[in-house]
């Protein structure tokens, strides 16, 4: 069974500094989503990483995948307020048109 | 562009009644997903609907239950509710599933069930 793992489950952070959020997962994938979700809110597609290496970047968050050590990140530059949700990894397996297995969450603050 | 659409947004039952959730996915989507996210759970898979036909299901007892209509919208049941039914269900949309390509997933807003 696919595991997926992030690390922190939760983050406080100030504005103006860096973090990053990992995501570890457990199968061969060539496929990885980060999606961002407000309270109370639905989940927004942030990135697709389709291949070993990507790289994607978007305003202050930068996502790269790994797919041999099997992880992901999600940089932080700059955090600013608006940046504070929940971040959440998702992959599906190798070859297949498969259900996506999401992480726990990441639950990122960002005060003043 | 209409993006996916959950109705009810709220709904609240009572232990052992059944809860019906419906969503409408995006125009031209053919699959449609249902997660669970509950309290401290995260997103459980429950059903993946595509061409009218279920496509896979995950580690939910029988009483969830689904069905996709021509149109491609869908419909989740939950028979003989239980308390920790209580979550917020998501309804998702993408274009045909291949082994290829990104896939993406379009969720809804969500419909929050809360059982009594």
């Known amino acids: 069974e696919l595991k997926v793992e992030q690390n922190p489950l939760f983050l406080s952070m100030q504005e103006g500094k860096n973090y990053t959020i990992y995501c570890n997962y457990s199968t061969t994938s060539d496929r990885l989503y980060w999606y961002r979700q407000d309270p109370g809110k639905s989940l927004e597609s942030l990135f697709v990483?389709?291949?070993?290496?990507a790289v994607k970047q978007e305003g202050r968050l930068m996502a790269s995948l790994d797919t041999k050590a099997r992880l992901s990140t999600l940089h932080i530059t700059a955090a600013v307020h608006d940046l504070s949700a929940t971040y959440f990894c998702a992959v599906a397996p190798t070859g297949t048109a498969s259900k996506l297995t999401f992480g726990t969450g990441t639950r990122l603050q960002v005060t003043l | 562009e209409a993006g996916v659409t959950q109705s009810p947004t709220h709904l609240i039952k009572t232990r052992g009644q059944q809860a019906t959730l419906r969503c409408s996915p995006i125009s031209g989507h053919t699959s449609v997903y249902w997660y669970q996210q509950a309290l401290g759970l995260g997103l459980q898979f429950l059903l993946w609907?595509?061409?009218?036909?279920?496509?896979n299901r995950g580690n939910f007892p029988p009483r969830f239950s689904g069905r996709q209509f021509p149109n491609y919208s869908s419909e989740l049941n939950v028979n003989a509710l239980e308390l920790e039914d209580s979550a917020l269900y998501l309804c998702a949309s993408s274009l045909r599933q291949s082994s290829t390509g990104a896939n993406v997933l379009t969720f809804g807003a969500g419909s929050r069930l809360t059982v009594l």
């Open positions: 609907y595509d061409e009218g036909e279920e496509r």
């Open positions: 990483l389709l291949s070993n290496g």
